[in-house]
Structures are given as C-alpha cells and as structure tokens.
C-alpha cells in the first residue's frame, strides 16, 4: 500500500502552479467586459463543448459519481438520457433566441420580453442557487486535499480558493475555457488509470467484479418503477434529466456564458449538443469506476461517499501517479469554480451594476468592475463552503448540489418558456409565476425525488404566468 510521497507532492505543486500561471498569461491583451466575460465571441466550438462538461460535472464526477455506484448501482446513468434530449431542445428552442441580439448573459433575453425587473429577479435568483450549490462543489473538492495533508477542510477550502482566484482574476473566461478544455483529460485519464488499476487489484479481474456486483444488484441500468420518490429511474431520467438540462443549459448563466463565447449560433449548438454525447461517456467510465472500488473494499463503509475514491489513488497507485491524478481533481475543480466565480461576476456586472451606474457600454469600466466582483463572489463561495462543513456528513455532494440547483431551475425555465412561446403575459406575470412554482417545489420536495423538481417547477410557473397573464395588459414592460 502506497501513500503521498514527496515524488506525489512535487508533482501536485508543479502542476498547479503551472496551471495558475498559464490562465493568468492566457488573460493577456484584455480591454475591455466583452474580452474578459465572452471572450470576445471568438472561442472554438470543441474548447468551448468540453468547457460546458468540465463545468458542470468535473469535481462532483471525480469524487461523487464513483461513491454513488459504491452504494447503489448504475442507475444514476439513466439520467444521461434525458441530458443528451434536454440540450437538442435548448439548442432548437433557445439558442436562436440568445443569437438573435448581442446578449451578455442569460437573463438579458427575459429583459427584452418583460422588463428589467423580470431580469434582475432571476438573476438574483441565479446568484443566491449558484453560491449555495457551487460551496457544495468546493466542499468535496477540499476532501482529497485534506485526506493528503491533513489539514482542517477550512484550509484545505482557502487554499483552493486563492489558486483558482489568481487565474480566474487574471484570465476571464478565456482562461476558464481553455483550461477546463485541458483538465478534463486529465480526469477522464484518471478515471481509465483507475479501471485498469482494477483489473488487476481485484482477483480475476473485471469479470470477477462484474458477476459479484450482478449478484446484488449493482449492474442493475434501468429501473421501470413509477415511484416518483426513487431519484434513478427511466422516466426520471427521460423527463426529468431533460427538463433539469433544458433549465442548467438554456437559462443558467454558469453554462450559458460558455455557449455565447462561440463565434456564432451553429458553433454554440455544436459545442451544447456534443456535450451530451460527452457526458455520457464521463458518466460511464466514472460509475464503472465505483463499481469497481466496491469490489475491492469489498463494501466497506466510508465515512463520507465521496471520500473512497481520492482514497484509493492515494493510498493503491504508484508514487507520481497519485500526484498527477490528485493535480487533477484540484485542477477540474479550480477549472469549475473559475467558471462559477466568472459568471456570477458577469451577472452582477451586466444584470445590476452597469445599468444603476449608467455604464452600460463602456467596456473599460465593466472590465475594472468586473474583476472586483470576480474577488466578492471567490470570497462568498470559500465561506459558503466552509459553512457546508457541519452539513456534509453521509451526504454526497453531487445530489445536493443537484438538488439545490434544481429547486429553482424549473421557475426559471418557466420564465424563458413564457418569454419564448407567449405574447400576452408580461412582467408581473413572470416574477408571479416564478415565485409560485418554486415555492411549489420547495412545498413538495418531500413527496418527489430531485430529478422531478424542474419539470413540476416549470409546469407551474408557466402555467400561473399564463394565468395571470389574463388579467394584464399585453406589454407590461
């Protein structure tokens, strides 16, 4: 049994230190908000498709996906299906919409068919979900880090924090990009270094692994069950991974950022529907990894689920390895984080500030004003995270933050549906709706798995914003 050694620590500073600096030179040559928050429009529709997956799974796929197959089975894939349905729908429905004008983010679309309140409402509420949701994600990106070195996790936290701020500072959504371009081979590296280490740690290999796991129902792949209490099933996978990508993908900054960067609208459909096809090869390779650790701890409980796989590299693969595989849990999830701390930057600076400080426009001053709030959100999301710490116990971080996330997810996709496909409501309509259908959600999450949360949250804003719509005027904005 191996462990860290010096070789592991010299590979894992080196690593991210060059990751650091690279980011922070990729942000050269910047003038104005346009170049530091959209790239000036001009990223590569493949750097950008691999962006969307690094984004929106890699630290929770790294350590989470692995643990919930450790204790359930593959059924988590399911929910692959309805992401990859879920994008082809926002690629037809919304993507036309956001190229139709020069948008800046996401809730800018919202503005042009109801009002500015209508924009600054689900801004504010994209702000409050990805804060809460995102110090969740940096939570389980401190596990590995505090298993290495033994640091309290409000460490282990601050230190992932200060690394990611520097290049996200300096680098702007250019650096974002093209390093969760680069890290997510890393990870998905790390994922086959794993299987294969498997074949040969667990006696008779794979097939061995397989026909135990079968025995118990851990290759089970589909689950027919109409219980809308059981989170892993077709049907919630279909309907409810669809309507949770439609919402994550169509009207969440986080990821809508990423596809405004493309040069035009057929490069920004490329980049999101091939992300599907991306996902569900990550999810994959990272379910069979947990199956396999199963079979080699032989079941054995974990304190924490999302502990067992940044175990097993640290404590079973061979000196340098370990390292580089560690560097890359920290550098996916710096690439992540720096995509959060980048859009709520650019949420605040496009949605709020520059309108109330009339300087909507001046692209110098949205650039100086962006990079500080750059350095509030990083701050908010280290002490969001540091808070989690007492929460965390028997959770996996990737449910959580799923289910945080998709608490809100259906009354914004609500909005965006009744700006896209209704005339009559207006403002008042919308900010109702909204609050109707999340407050819906909230009311019955107790009765329904997560997956279930956006497509009943959607239906009821959407259908008390056409409701009410009936009682105003056509143009309220």
Known sequence: ????????????????????????????????????????????????????????????????????????????????????????????????????????????????????????????????????????????????????????????????????????????????????????????????????????????????????????GKTQLLDFSLDRSVPYTIFAGLFGGAFLTMASHGTDQLIVQRLLTCTDQKASQKALIGSGFVVILQFLLFLMVGLGLWAFYQGRPFESSDAIFPTFIVQELPSGLTGLLIAGVFAAAMSSLSSSINSLASATAYDYWAPLVGAVGDEARVLRAGKLFTLMWAGLLVGGAILFIPLSQGTSAVEVALGIASLVYGGLLGAFALGVFTTRPGQRSAIIGIAVGIATVTLMRDQMAWPWYVLVGSTVTFMTGVVVGRFEAPAEA
């Not at 620590?9 to 910047?30: D, K, S």
């Not at 630290?59 to 692995?66: D, E, G, K, Q, R």
């Open 1 to 216: 049994m191996s462990a860290f050694t010096s070789l592991d620590l010299v590979v894992l500073i080196a690593y991210l230190a060059g990751v650091t600096a690279w980011g922070a030179w990729l942000g050269r040559g910047q003038k104005g908000g346009t170049d530091y928050f959209l790239g000036s429009r001009s990223l590569p529709w493949v750097a950008v498709m691999l962006s969307v997956v690094a984004t929106e799974t890699s630290t929770l796929t790294f350590l989470s996906i692995p643990g919930v197959s450790y204790t359930g089975s593959l059924v988590f894939l399911q929910l692959t299906v309805g992401y990859l349905a879920g994008r082809v729908l926002v690629a037809a429905l919304l993507l036309p919409s956001y190229y139709a004008g020069e948008l800046s983010t996401a809730y800018q679309l919202l503005e042009t068919r109801f009002g500015v309140g209508a924009r600054r409402f689900t801004s504010a509420i994209f702000m409050v979900t990805r804060l809460l949701a995102d110090s969740v994600r940096l939570f389980a990106t401190a596990i590995p880090l505090a298993i290495i070195t033994g640091w309290p996790y409000p460490v282990s936290i601050a230190v992932i924090g200060v690394l990611t701020v520097v290049y996200t500072y300096f680098g702007g959504i250019k650096a974002v990009v093209w390093v969760d371009a680069v890290q997510m081979g890393l990870y998905l590296f790390g994922a086959a270094v794993t299987i294969v280490a498997i074949q040969y740690l667990v006696p008779d290999g794979w097939g061995a692994v397989w026909v135990a796991g079968a025995e118990v």
